[in-house]
């Protein structure tokens, strides 16, 4: 899929996206003025306030009426890749299996006793 294929608000959001997963925007970073954005995309305010609005019901960015957009703490999460995701899944399906592991051989040396 090519840039020209999706929307002008749709690149902004995955510019966002792409930008937190490289770690260029970080959790409670500000992001630039709809203005700036407007300008920076070359697309109209409306465009931009369209892609903020996507951004926030995405759980990625958070606004403040008059103060701005910010990236929310848990937004590199929100935008990991599949694969990164699915591994941490593991290591805390793992983690959780060896403390029941843990608790059943403590359980069982309790009732040998």
Do not use: F, N
Request: glycine letters at 8%; hydrophobic letters at 30%; aromatic letters at 4%.
């Amino acid at each position: 899929m090519t840039d020209e294929s999706i929307q002008p608000y749709q690149r902004i959001v995955q510019d966002v996206r792409d930008r937190i997963r490289l770690g260029h925007l970080k959790g409670g970073q500000k992001l630039e003025s709809t203005r700036v954005l407007a300008e920076k995309y070359q697309v109209a305010q409306g465009t931009v306030q369209r892609a903020l609005a996507e951004l926030r019901t995405g759980g990625i960015i958070y606004s403040h009426q008059g103060r701005g957009s910010y990236i929310r703490e848990s937004a590199a999460e929100v935008v990991a890749d599949p694969t990164t995701q699915a591994i941490k899944r593991l290591e805390e399906q793992v983690a959780d299996l060896t403390t029941r592991l843990e608790r059943l051989e403590h359980d069982r040396t309790s009732t040998d006793s």
